[in-house]
């Protein structure tokens, strides 16, 4: 990687993190003790000392000002997709006619943004504005476009959540609690704390940003409402890994420099099975972390890809007939002297510890199955998880063979070995001989172990991981918690362990499942080990109210009932609202563009027959055409008034959210199938030179 600096060329090594207060910056400028003491703050999760943030603000500022700062900003995650932030300089006017350059520790700790605009699911009314925004000292600030971003958590004045942020890290500290306790109990007395690590594969599509300004739909909703399926899609299956090509690189490119420059570790890039689709993949970190810097990422990959002309696209769906986009939330747990939890070794069958934490994670999804749904729940990604596209709506685990074979001979009276990886010849000595892994993979599953993690891949692209590992971290802190429980009471700690294994195995084997995830064969078999399978959305809510739910968020600390309750809200209106922009949109485009080309095509037509005829011709073929375009019209404009009526009917529903939403999606969104329907089968009949939007053929092949 060459980054031009004048002359110079800068290497990468002197570009990573440059944008960052970290800590090899704040060892360098931190007074000693004041290091020592911040450090010991985050690495133990002990409460801030006020004139440690003093001096770290004052050094932070002086800092940020030689890297081009005049601004800070408290930088928070409310319950939108994107972060919010608000700008204040450091100016401060002096009688003399200058100013200083000021920045507190208290700035630095406290913000008041206004919260009355930003979604709070009926947490406090309109007229009760006052919001507090708080550091978060685990994740590091940085700089970027001339501010100081201050990484921070938001609260209602009266201290409940509004944000990602905010129950990510009081998850962390369940985990962290239950996860010492079941340590303790295994005889470990040194471990200090435990974090749950995160990288999430972010996949995302590119397409040219003239294309995307001829079309509303993508402006306004992220996704194409309507476009026929082209001649070819991904079945030649020559994008997956394919060639970059020229623009496409050199945005990738600069979208790592800038993501290095901010310390977020970007791994890997590659083409992804659609065509114009992408994936990028960080270095694991801590979940907090990855959390802020997969934010960070969608954020840059959209602002770099405008400085190539090109338009990048997070929507779960932007094109229907092709593969939608995810994110793969890899999961595992450290300590703090370097271990990870997940990490089977060479015979797992003996290693006690990995089996135990191993079964409090099966537990835990087959007991939360339906929490995870819904932390993977939105309408774009309704259009993939249970719409025939991977991964299913139903959560299982897929462990491969090894450990399935371990948990088999457990089950029948003992596990005695492992299954190694074998080595595997070529057939010709020309190539090594590669060690195999114990297990393949298998891409269909929802929540696949891969090695020394699970990979949880139902989220959707454009989603915060936030809750998805907030969900993770406390259901799995549950199991542990109840494990504890059992363990500190027992006499023979060694044979309670044996006992809770062979329990978990024969009470949640249920949920494993190693086979094809796709079939439907596996929806049938899930139905029978009674597995929820929740199809959308507006049914995945629902379950945030189920008591179960309630008590567990309750019982660790991480969401209050009164924030679940704003939660099940706030995602009830992000549904409505959604799906009555999108068929706002389609009404606009079908009586605006389509329509009105349509007509001009037929006119034409109609022209044209009538001139045949005059010479006295035969317009056969003209007049079927022209039969079958008005057949379809008449379909189209049907479905336009039938749209219109339906949206009109649903936004007129007052009072029960719940409702209203279910009505959108039997109703408003069921109508958008159809009209969509009728409008692409118009455009495999008109003249391109008459169609008002670029097609799927130019969108996805143009680059
Ligand atoms: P794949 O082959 O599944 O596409 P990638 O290399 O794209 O894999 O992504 C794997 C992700 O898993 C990376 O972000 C990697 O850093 C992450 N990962 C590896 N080990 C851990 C771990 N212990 N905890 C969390 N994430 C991990
Ligand atoms: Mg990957």
Redesign the pocket.
Known sequence: MNHTNGNEITSLIDIYGSNVFNDSVMRQSLPKETYKSLRETIEDGLPLNPQVAEVVASVMKDWAISKGATHFTHWFQPMTSITAEKHDSFISPTPDGHVILEFSGKELIKGEPDASSFPSGGLRATFEARGYTAWDYTSPAFVKDGSLYIPTAFASYTGEALDKKTPLLRSMDALNRQALRVLRVLGNKTIKRVTT?????QEYFIIDKKLFDQREDLILTGRTLFGAKPPKGQEMEDNYLGQLGDRISAFMSDLDTELWKLGVAS??KHNEVAPAQH?L????TTTNIATDHNQLTMEIMRKVALRHGLVCLLHEKPFASINGSGK?N???M?TNDGQ?L?EPGKTPHENIQFLLFLSAIIKAVDDYADLLRVAAASPGNDHRLGANEAPPAIVSIFLGEQLTDILDQIETGGATKSKSGSSMHLGTNSLPSLPKDTTD?NRTSPFAF?G??F?FRMVGSMQSIAQANFVLNTIVAESLCQFADWLEKSKDVQKEINTIILEVIKDHKRVIFNGNNYSDEWVVEAKKRGLPNIRNTVDAIAVIRAEKNLALMEKHGVLSRIEMESRCEIQYEIYIKTVNIEGLTMVEMSKRQILPAVIRYKTDIASSISSILAVGGNAEIEKVLFTKISESMMSFSTNIAKLEKAIENAANLHGNTKDQAITYRDTVFKTMGELRNDADILETMVNTDYWPIPTYSKLLFNI
């Open positions: 690590t995160v990288g999430p594969e791994k890997t994936e993949a960080p270095i694991f793969h890899n999961w595992s450290a990870n997940l993979r891969t020394n993690k990979e």
